[in-house]
Nanobody, 115 residues
């Protein structure tokens, strides 16, 4: 399984922007989908955005038009550009990768949107 490391979280004011990064290493098996999930306190983990090796993307309705997911296949990396952030975007954001051998998760990075 690939090991995933996230970076880029932090504290930002409402309306601000953040860019999350995730890089995978340690596996030779192809990654056919990478994505970002988030989990707020007391809530279930939910899909934020996903991108396939083909470039096809999916987004949660709550982030469409504000968040953009991109991927660098050669680097096993995925990025999440988050604009127009809202307090309800506050959560721990987790990177996810899907391979033939199964799924992997990063350790998570905290995003807090507050004035």
């Amino acid at each position: 399984q690939v090991q995933l490391v996230e970076s880029g979280g932090g504290l930002v004011q409402p309306g601000g922007s953040l860019r999350l990064s995730c890089t995978g290493s340690g596996s030779s098996s192809s990654i056919y989908a990478m994505g970002w999930y988030r989990q707020a306190p007391g809530e279930q983990r939910e899909l934020v955005a996903r991108i396939y090796s083909s470039g096809t993307t999916t987004y949660a309705d709550s982030v469409k038009g504000r968040f953009t997911i991109t991927r660098a296949n050669a680097k096993n990396s995925v990025y999440l550009q988050m604009n127009s952030l809202k307090p309800e975007d506050t959560a721990i954001y987790y990177c996810n990768a899907v391979q033939v051998t199964g799924g992997s998760w990063g350790q998570g990075t905290q995003v807090t949107v507050s004035s």
